[in-house]
């Protein structure tokens, strides 16, 4: 009842979420000011979140700082860092939290009750009561502090200092940032919230502490509580532990308006390796801010638009932009925080015709607004946000994602409730769709726009270089410029920080945490999927009958393990390409158009697979559709069209695979250590080398040389098309349909358009040749992601549950504390696979011997492992936490097909459960031995700065950009 009281909240309203199954509740804490919504359903993971209005007012990153810095320990858990301590021992579905250009959020979820609260209790006095007031070491750590070495130069070293170094390395990240300041000059906006790392060292501890007072107090906090629960108890809580000690101030925090600027322009410069063409390699960006967060309906309809005209190569805007030879990869996109932001971006661009890309975006806007938006793509594109709205599958809980939604309209002052779900205002645009509403809207944005700007970036060989000199200066400068008596205050706090990395948390701190024991826990594994085998006319058929709500989850896997290695790149690329190129029956748009009308998705993929019982390499073309109830008629001739009848025009595959290039070489830099590490285990592991070739550095090599040689391989085409054929029509094929039976049996009136070939799949004998044991790879960034790789089967050993624990142990303990704590890397990871591979790789490090040498030592570490019996059983739990991760419909239908296809039956998983559970400090001091055993027959990757690269060239025995 509204205006009731329950433990200091008063009640706002109550309010039905249909498409949740859900009520939603608001609150207002009086005493303090904290809002609370909690959404009210069945959902057994329950989410906790709290976020906070941070306004950055410069670019040294103060939010991101704080975010890192307050989850090292607080008040009530004096800890070093529990939230490592809750990775090592909590039953969390999620634990994390993000800085975003305006808000910090802390969210959780767990689906274990006595979890939760710990959870909620340990994130709740981290922000309020977080320990950085008494410990400075945390803010050099976590931000950035002046290294003063005895026999080197000074340098800057911080986790957040050298994450941003990372990021600032990707020209996607450097041409944002210049957007984002070109069109919010005098607000929040046109800082870099993460932090620019030429500023980050000017934040001071003062600045940094003064922060945190002004902005983490409850009146500027936004509590979202989510799932099955006793919400008194929770509202209990917060109010006696936190919100009834800290009143209100007055303080209102917000963000101010932004008048329109016009339409400015800048122009900077991006980082590319020496072997990279200086020419049509230009990235151009332009952004049209539109509206604020309250015109949800033009945001979402602007989504839309940009869909429709610009989402594949033949829809009008990137048809236009592409033919006009200004550049080879063009999108569009909205953006909306406070304002709405259309975003148009053009990659490998031809740099003099910059002036003129304005012009050409008008151009072709205004002609397609006299023409008129295709209504067909129109509604396809809508109802493809419909069918992912309904579909209502997230990475990670529902209630994170929900979490997140609200702060859309909650955060600068709006009703939270709306944003839980998008259909009633999809529904609305749906009554305007055949009116000129579209026109009108696109039109009103870009060619009568009074706030806009555009940002030029061109290339530069020699950049990298240039700011890695302005760092050591201004780091020789600093130095410099201290007096004896601040040299040395520096070079104590410098050890003080190495001291508080190295010292163990005391007993009494330890006992502050609040842990679940093994008796916690579920006594069986997980349910298994249900899987049926059967057969549609001669087609075998895996079925999962689960409960889709509504939905066919279909996949068509065509057996490929007859095809070589390089047949594989190959093939990889022309799975990305179907979809994007016409059919015989269709052109592209008119194949985009009915995909999204009648489908929520179709695409194809390769796929390989170890099996566990055999250890055969399985590898798979798959073919992925979805769809609702009343369109699964339309998921068999639609499949069949996209693969047996898609015609390789010689144009259009030279633009798809100019895009897959950029695509790569972007993901390179961004994502530098899955490269790394994949190619790292290449050189072990048949399995990975065949993964290597279809998502890795084979892959981006194979394009690249494919890009290359385009205009010289005539019949390039007629071999993707010959591919196409004996893949689709000669290949042994399975079915996996994953649905209610109703739906199933819908299907099954669907006549077969792919015909199972049941010959022998026979595979001769592979050819891999040469691949390096020691890569160096040279990329144009900052910072370095190294990948090394240990295979245990060279020693005769195999998988256990028992290493899963060693895993996150050596992980979150010796890892966490060697290469991110005390290194200053972002990230690091270890893993024992069940493959054979014993797999460690580090994100956006400042190292490479370092970290290389960390792993390399890693059975000395694991020889002298002790610890208490409830840390030991900590690490069990977030072992068995892991396994128990609850499931959505789409991916169990996933899960379900690997397991089958890999014979990872119950028996065997449960016999790893088995063994995890019973892991013990004597199997840690075992496993040393393994890892000895092997490690000194290591092979590593590093993807890195070509200078890392060229410091640390004897280490490796091939080197390639």
């Given amino acids: 009842m509204a205006n009731e009281v329950l433990h200091g909240f008063r009640l706002l309203e109550s309010r039905p979420v249909p498409a949740l199954s859900a009520v939603a509740h608001r609150y207002v804490h009086e005493y303090s000011g904290a809002e609370l919504l909690y959404v009210e359903n069945n959902d057994p993971e329950k989410v906790f979140s709290i976020a906070f209005k941070t306004i950055p007012d410069d670019s040294t990153g103060v939010f991101h700082i704080l975010e890192h810095s307050v989850l ?27 800085t975003f250009g305006d808000k910090t959020m802390y969210p959780v979820a767990s689906m274990n009750e006595k979890d939760f609260l710990n959870l909620m209790s340990i994130y709740l006095d981290a922000v309020f009561c977080p320990r950085i007031y008494s410990k400075k070491e945390i803010f050099m750590q976590e931000g950035w502090h002046l290294e003063l070495p005895d026999d080197g130069d000074p340098y800057f070293n911080g986790v957040v200092y050298n994450e941003m170094k990372g990021a600032y390395s990707n020209a996607d990240s450097v041409m944002w940032k210049l957007l984002q300041n070109a069109l919010f000059p005098d607000i929040t906006y046109g800082y870099s919230s993460g932090g620019d790392p030429a500023v980050i060292p000017e934040l001071t501890y003062e600045g940094f502490l003064d922060h945190h007072r002004k902005f983490y107090h409850p009146e500027n906090s936004y509590i979202f509580l989510y799932g099955e629960m006793n919400l008194e108890e929770k509202l209990a809580y917060i109010d006696r532990e936190y919100l009834s000690k800290r ?41 049209y801010v539109y509206g604020d967060y309250s015109a949800r309906q033009d945001i979402l309809l602007m989504d839309i638009i940009c869909e429709a005209i610009a989402g594949n190569n033949e829809a009008p805007l990137k048809k236009a932009v592409l033919a006009s030879g200004a550049g080879k990869e063009f999108s569009a996109y909205t953006y909306s925080t406070k304002y709405a932001t259309l975003v148009f971006e053009l990659h490998k661009g031809d740099e003099t015709k910059a002036e003129q890309f304005k012009s050409l975006i008008e151009d072709a806007v205004r ?47 709006g009703d939270p409730i709306p944003y839980l779900t998008v259909l009633d205002v999809l529904a609305d645009i749906r009554s305007l769709i055949h009116t000129n509403a ?85 006594d069986e594994c997980s349910p298994d999927i249900p899987t049926e085998e059967r057969t549609l006319g001669n087609v075998p058929v895996l079925y999962h009958p689960i409960d889709t709500n509504g939905i066919l989850y279909a996949k068509f896997y065509f057996d490929v393990s007859r095809l070589s290695l390089e047949d594989m790149s190959r093939v990889s690329l022309l799975c990305r390409m179907l979809g994007s190129l016409p059919t015989e029956q269709h052109s592209t748009v008119e194949l985009d158009t009915a995909i999204k009308t009648h489908l929520g998705s179709l695409f194809a993929t390769t796929e390989t697979m170890l099996d566990k019982e055999t250890g055969e390499i399985h590898r798979y073309v798959s073919v992925s559709a979805s769809a609702l109830a009343q369109n699964v008629d339309k998921v068999m001739p639609l499949a069949a069209e996209l693969a047996l009848t898609t015609r390789f025009d010689e144009e259009e595959v030279k633009h798809l695979l100019q895009q897959e290039v950029i695509y ?76 209610q039976e ?41 910072v370095a992601f190294d990948g090394m790789c240990m295979d245990y089967t060279e020693a005769g050993y195999s998988y256990t549950g028992k290493m899963a624990v060693a895993s ?25 696979d069940d493959n054979g591979v014993i797999g460690f790789s580090s994100y956006r490090d400042p190292h490479v011997k370092e970290t290389l040498d960390a792993f390399r030592d ?65 199997d840690m001091h075992a496993l040393a031995d393994v890892i000895e055993a092997v490690a000194d027959n290591a092979s590593l990757c590093v993807v890195a700065a070509s200078a890392k690269i060229e410091d640390n060239k004897s280490l490796f025995d091939t080197i390639t950009t």
């Fill in 808 to 832: 996150r142990i050596i992980s979150l303990d010796y890892l966490w504390n060697a290469v991110r704590v005390r290194g200053g890397a972002y990230g690091v990871s270890m893993s024992f």
């Fill in 247 to 287: 009143p209100k101030t007055g303080n209102q925090i917000s963000i101010p308006e932004q008048k329109p600027i016009g339409f400015s322009v800048k122009n900077s410069t991006y980082s590319i390796s020496e072997q990279e063409s200086l020419e049509n390699n230009a990235l151009l960006c332009m952004g």
């Fill in 438 to 522: 579209p026109e009108e809207l696109l039109s009103r944005v870009v060619l009568e726009s009074e706030h806009g700007a555009m940002v030029v970036l061109t290339p530069s060989k020699t950049l990298s270089e240039e700011q890695a000199k302005v760092e050591r200066e201004k780091a020789l400068a600093l130095a410099a410029s201290l007096s004896d008596s601040e040299r040395a205050q520096i070079k104590k706090e410098n050890e003080a920080l190495r001291l508080f990395q190295t010292e163990e948390d005391s007993p009494e701190a330890k006992a502050t945490l609040p842990r679940l024991s093994l008796s916690d826990l579920n």
């Fill in 367 to 413: 002609d397609i607004c006299q023409k008129g938006i295709d209504r067909d793509a129109l509604i396809a594109c809508l109802n493809a946000r419909e069918f992912s709205a309904r579909e209502n599958e997230h990475y990670g809980p529902a209630g994170i994602n929900y979490a997140t939604e609200v702060m859309d309209g909650w955060l600068y002052g």
């Fill in 742 to 782: 109703e739906l199933y049996q819908e299907f099954a009136k669907t006549p077969l358009q792919f015909v199972n070939n049941c010959c022998q799949n026979t595979e001769n004998t592979p050819v891999f040749g040469e691949y390096s044991t020691h890569h160096g790879i040279s990329i144009p960034a900052a």
């Fill in 858 to 922: 890693t059975a000395t570490y694991l020889r002298n492992f002790e610890t208490d019996k409830e840390s030991m059983e900590g690490y069990i739990i977030s072992v068995i936490s892991g396994m128990d991760k609850p499931l959505r419909p789409k991916m169990k239908a996933k899960i379900g097909d690997i397991r089958y296809l890999t014979h990872n039956d119950q028996a065997r998983r449960r016999k790893i459960r088995c063994e995890a559970l019973s892991t013990t400090i004597e």
């Fill in 72 to 98: 090292c320990g607080s008040d009530k858990y004096p800890l070093r860092e529990p939230f490592v301590d809750l990775l090592k021992g909590s039953m969390q579905t999620f634990l994390n939290a993000m």
């Fill in 664 to 739: 790569g070489e972007q993901y390179l830099i961004g994502a530098g250590s899955s490269f790394a590490l994949r190619r790292a285990q290449a050189a072990k592991k048949d399995v990975a080398k065949y993964i290597d070739a279809t998502e890795g550095y084979g892959y981006l090599t194979y394009i690249r040389k494919a890009l290359a040689d385009y205009e010289k391989t005539s019949d390039y085409c007629a071999q993707l098309s010959v591919l196409a054929q004996e893949i689709f029509t000669q290949s042994p094929l399975l079915m996996s349909l994953s649905c």
